[in-house]
């Protein structure tokens, strides 16, 4: 098993710290959430030898795309261009560090009624494939993660998650908390093309992102797995969370 954290954890500190860390801490893999002061436009502007960083560590790198404020199934088709630049600029940055995979979510829709989300779902899935796409042309793996057990999300079952990625052609990033607010946890485990996981706990209700433990989370799902990221706000809860995670699998 791969163990890699989220850097929402150490949020507002440098790429050099987010590597230094992990890599004292024993960590394979890290996911950069590109928000704020991560955001792919800004971090391209920066001078090339600011990026060299990446090259002296010996750290698994993923991106989290940005997804505040964008969406790709917005009936608005100004929204859906920004995020499709977006997604490319992700997938750029991707390419620049060597990271291997960008993650982002499958959009959303307010408006319930049956004809509206089934269209906001074909622009969501057009605006995903052409990211995806775009992705392998750079060498870099396009995934979409699964959403929590609401309406207004798409992916929030596994059926919809694994049409989506199929459609789209690219990889599943199962986020465990989100699928645990779902009543049926485990059958995402059941899908073929899961490139890594987002692991935190909850009370199967909403998305809270507790340390392993302290929700209702089965834990022995996480037994067997490839590459996690450990997703809190948190650092210490990280590292509480990874060690229960070893000992879970050390079996395994």
């Known amino acids: 098993m791969k163990i890699g954290f989220s850097t929402l954890a150490l949020f507002m500190n440098s790429f050099e710290k987010f590597l230094e860390k992990g890599s004292e801490d024993g960590f394979n893999l890290m996911e950069i959430l590109c928000e704020g002061p991560y955001w792919p436009r800004n971090v391209m502007s920066m001078d090339k030898g600011e990026l060299e960083v990446f090259s002296s560590y010996d750290m698994e790198v993923y991106l989290h795309s940005p997804t505040i404020d964008l969406n790709p199934a917005s009936l608005n088709p100004g929204i859906r261009n920004e995020t499709l630049l977006q997604l490319k600029e992700t997938i750029d940055l991707a390419a620049e560090i060597g990271s291997e995979a960008v993650t982002t979510h499958p959009g959303m829709i307010h408006r319930l009624e049956d004809r509206i989300r089934l269209l906001a779902m ?20 396009f995934s979409i993660e699964n959403m929590p057990g609401r309406s207004v999300y798409f992916c929030n079952n596994s059926l919809e998650h694994q049409n989506f990625t199929k459609r789209c052609q690219c990889h599943a990033t199962l986020d465990v908390g989100h699928a645990n607010t779902t009543q049926d946890v485990e059958s995402f485990f059941k899908m073929n093309n899961i490139l890594y996981y987002h692991i935190s706990d909850n009370n199967g209700e909403k998305d ?27 650092y210490n809860n990280i590292l509480k969370s990874r060690d229960i995670l070893l000992n879970l699998n050390k079996n395994y």
């Open 122 to 141: 074909e622009y969501a899935i057009e605006t995903l494939q052409s990211a995806s796409e775009y992705a392998n042309e750079r060498g870099i793996k």
């Open 208 to 234: 809270e992102h507790l340390s392993l433990g302290e929700g209702k989370l089965n834990l022995n799902l996480l037994k067997g797995l490839k590459n996690v990221i450990i997703e809190l706000n948190d």
